[in-house]
């Protein structure tokens, strides 16, 4: 029996739009805030590291508040969009924040003001954004085939932000006067076509109503839930877990490499390279993102796609490394595009397989909590992107990096090469691990097939009294 379609084709690519907006904030931040903070504003890397570290303790609290706040709001606009329209103008005034250090400060000051900017951007509003965003995958649709194609859409758009931000922002800056108060023209500009998108992505859909969304079930006081249990309900799910590890392992890959700019610009001696690896990494993965959907199809789920896709992307980061001791800039480029176009799968299927994950809860549990399930999304990308920067900070400054220096150290450059090279394939490892025991969508099934044969046990004894 073919399932309902719920989306027309324009609902699908408005909300793809909505993260060109969340990449206009993440791309930027995760490449090019630490090298702006220690090149312009003239941070130490090291002390900039600890910052982020210690603004992640506070992220992993506000996750699960706003992924159970997002499950206990009831309003016209739905359940979720009301968070991602206006939990973005925070995100918007808080990156320019983020890059808009004042340079007459005092040391103390500059890092305090870096410290509140970035703490309010990643822990409360694009926290708020971004699990709204992420959860309207299970909100305005329960079609399994326009839940993927959604992250397909969704992806495309992400990736296509990433490689233009990558691609142009070092040149923007530097046509913009190459300083600090270069960087923040930029951030300003940035921001506002953020605003703009989100807006636009947010208006463009439609959430079910709740007695669709239950199957027609009626929730009754006893399915109410704190944060508290919502935690619990999250922890006893071992896809929860499974993914959020995954996620987490994805932007420590990232932060590794956008750590590229030290690469390009010490190492090769070449800082516009940063622009033209940015090419080899997203255009793959947004050619990959297209043919997703089909191949869901064609292999009958997303479990053996997401697998077979990140043994090519460990393949590929391998061959990397090699190319990287070889001194071939056009080899690491190709083999950097092959890694992408394996991890592109499992990009343009996660949502539907966090959907999936919450459907487990829900069977296992009989609670639904699709906002606070997709907190994985936002936990993830905060708790990894951050950490991953924080480490970059660290392991500069443990290898002598100074941003204002003319020259480098040997030490720090064999660091950025480790960075850069090595990093990137131990941790598609691990992914690639992880995705094979993250079997979701077969659980689901023999869950559900063992209530059938349940009911089916209970009608016959029915019949028999």
Not at 125 to 152: D, H, P, W
């Amino acid at each position: 029996m073919e399932e309902k379609k719920y989306l027309k084709w324009y609902n699908k690519i408005g909300y793809g739009s909505g993260d060109i907006a969340g990449n206009v904030v993440y791309a930027f931040l995760t490449s090019f805030m630490m090298v702006y903070l220690t090149d312009s504003v003239g941070l130490a890397a090291g002390v900039v590291g600890t910052l982020i570290a210690v603004s992640k303790l506070f992220d992993g609290f506000t996750d699960i508040f706003f992924g159970s706040m997002i499950d206990k709001t009831h309003s016209k606009m739905g359940k979720a969009k009301p968070w991602m329209l206006y939990g973005y103008i925070g995100c918007a005034i808080t990156l320019v924040g983020c890059f808009a250090v004042p340079v007459s400060l005092g040391t103390t000051a500059k890092y305090a003001w870096f410290f509140i900017s970035y703490t309010l951007l990643n822990g409360v509003f694009y926290t708020a954004n971004n699990i709204a965003y992420s959860a309207l995958t299970s909100l305005i649709t329960k079609n399994s085939k326009e839940r993927v194609q959604m992250g397909s859409y969704r992806f495309i758009f992400a990736f296509s932000t990433s490689l233009l931000i990558q691609a142009i922002t070092v040149g923007f800056v530097d046509k913009c006067g190459g300083d600090a108060a270069a960087w923040r023209t930029v951030a300003i500009i940035y921001a506002i076509i953020g605003l703009v998108v989100n807006t636009i992505s947010a208006l463009s859909v439609k959430e079910l109503p709740e007695e669709e969304l239950n199957e027609g079930e009626v929730k009754n006081d006893n399915e109410k839930y704190g944060m508290v249990q919502a935690f619990k309900l999250l922890v006893k799910n071992k896809y929860y877990m499974m993914i959020c590890g995954t996620y987490i392992l994805q932007q420590l890959y990232g932060a590794m490499i956008g750590a590229g700019i030290y690469y390009m610009t010490w190492v090769l001696k070449n800082k516009n390279l940063f622009g033209q690896f940015a090419w080899a990494v997203n255009i793959p993965l947004i050619i990959a993102l297209i043919f997703t959907p089909t191949l869901v199809g064609k292999w009958k789920g997303m479990y053996k796609l997401n697998l077979r896709g990140y043994v090519l992307a460990v393949i590929g980061r391998a061959l990397v490394v090699v190319a990287g001791y070889m001194g071939s800039i056009p080899l690491m480029m190709a083999f950097t595009a092959l890694a992408a176009l394996g991890q592109g799968p499992w990009q343009g299927d996660m949502n539907a397989v966090i959907a999936s994950c919450s459907e487990y809860t829900y069977l296992t549990q009989g609670k639904r909590i699709d906002g606070t399930m997709y907190s994985c999304t936002s936990l993830g990308v905060k708790i990894g992107g951050g950490i991953g920067t924080a480490v970059v900070g660290w392991m500069l400054e443990f290898s002598g990096y100074v941003g204002t220096n003319v020259t480098q150290p040997q030490s720090a450059l064999d660091m950025m090469q480790f960075m850069y090279l090595w990093l990137p394939l131990i941790f598609d490892v691990l992914i690639m691990f992880v995705l094979s025991r993250m079997n979701v969508e077969d659980a689901n099934k023999k869950l559900k097939a063992e209530k059938e044969i349940a009911a089916d046990e209970v009608t016959d004894a029915s019949d028999i009294n």
